[in-house]
């Protein structure tokens, strides 16, 4: 069974800090708006993400760590941009 998607997006204040949260997160997610960023992970990387993320940011800064099950990722729609991240695995050669 393929992990679920998650969407962590984020309100950051200062410059300095959403640079830093949003080098954290691009390694590991695709980013598909300014503060928003999407991957296919397992729930418990995607909460060790999301409290690596917390720990960086300053007070009244704002996180949202959203799971998609398989259910809800039908409901979904995307127009530009990233899509969704595929269920299934593949090659690399």
Do not use: K
């Amino acid at each position: 069974m393929a992990d679920p998607v998650f969407a962590l997006c984020y309100d950051i204040v200062r410059p300095a800090t959403r640079r830093r949260v949003a080098a954290l997160l691009e390694a590991q997610m695709v980013r598909v708006q300014d503060s928003v960023f999407e991957a296919r992970l397992a729930p418990a990387t995607a909460h060790r993400l999301f409290a690596d993320a917390v720990a960086l940011g300053d007070e009244g800064d704002l996180f949202r760590l959203y799971g998609l099950n398989t259910g809800s990722e039908a409901l979904c729609r995307v127009a530009g941009g990233a899509p969704l991240p595929e269920a299934s695995g593949f090659w690399l050669l």
